[in-house]
């Protein structure tokens, strides 16, 4: 009598100390699994190609990263990040709520400023919890500035505390073959900052629009808005911030 051949199984379900006919019943399980996700991504996204994403508050912004003074920047992107914020929770909201969506983002409510609506955010998976880690450190930016007359005092701002901790995405799109020519000089910290704002925005508006869509499509946000297929808006984002990227690399 043959030996059963195991090679079908997930590396995981092979190692487990479990009869074959076991290990069968849960790969079969997972591989059902997913192909119904897989059909479901499929579905979905082939639906938000079908629909138009209006980007012309971001592309608006963004002219505004590429040409304001840096140390306007963070109210301003802030100030931009607190509207999309609370008009995703408008929508996320149940309609039904004692005393109204509208009591909850007044001046009293759980979230009434963009401190709570970041915390609120990550906390209930309304946004992705890196995207609200940098809209902290960003936000923590802001307030510092708003408090400081003394001009000086932020000479080393932008390069060092929290907003060195931000992710570094010079680093990311320098790795890019089509890229290396065009950002083999790197970027200056003040530049690199401007970059990293308008891909954290980008990312805003992208997931404002699509990732609690998934969610209610019972699908991994992360999964299927950043993995493959891809839907067509996030090349809509990603060619806008590109182009910024490079002006911002012709600039620096």
């Known amino acids: 009598m043959t030996e059963p051949d195991e090679d079908w199984f997930d590396p995981d379900i092979a190692a487990m100390k479990l009869e074959y006919f076991e290990k069968s019943g849960l790969q079969i399980y997972r591989n059902y699994t997913r192909a119904f996700e897989e059909h479901a991504i499929k579905r979905f996204v082939e639906t938000l190609d ?9 592309q608006g912004l963004v002219a505004l990263i590429l040409s304001e003074e840096v140390r306007f920047l963070p109210v301003i992107v802030c100030a931009f990040a607190n509207d ?7 929508e996320v909201l149940p309609d039904r709520i004692p005393g ?11 979230l009434s400023d ?11 998976d309304i946004f992705s919890p890196d995207l609200m880690e940098e809209l902290d450190r960003l936000r923590y930016a802001r307030n510092a500035i708003s408090h400081s007359w003394n001009i000086e005092s932020l000479k080393d701002f932008f390069t060092k505390g929290r907003l060195a901790d931000m992710h570094r995405m010079e680093e990311v799109l320098a790795e890019r073959k089509d890229l290396t020519e065009e950002l083999s000089r790197g970027f200056e910290p003040l530049a690199a900052f401007r970059l990293r704002l308008i891909w954290i925005v980008g990312r805003l508006v992208y997931e404002a629009a699509a990732y609690n869509r998934a969610k209610k499509a019972r699908l991994h946000p992360a999964r299927v808005l950043y993995g493959k297929p891809a839907p067509k808006w996030l090349k809509k984002v990603s060619t806008i911030c590109l182009d910024a990227s490079r002006e911002i690399a012709k600039q620096s």
């Open 50 to 58: 079908l629909e138009p994403l209006n980007l012309t508050d971001f």
């Open 114 to 124: 963009l401190a709570k609506r970041i915390q609120l955010a990550y906390a209930f």
């Open 100 to 110: 109204g969506k509208g009591s909850m983002l007044g001046a009293y409510g759980a």
């Open 84 to 90: 999309v914020l609370k008009a995703t929770f408008k």
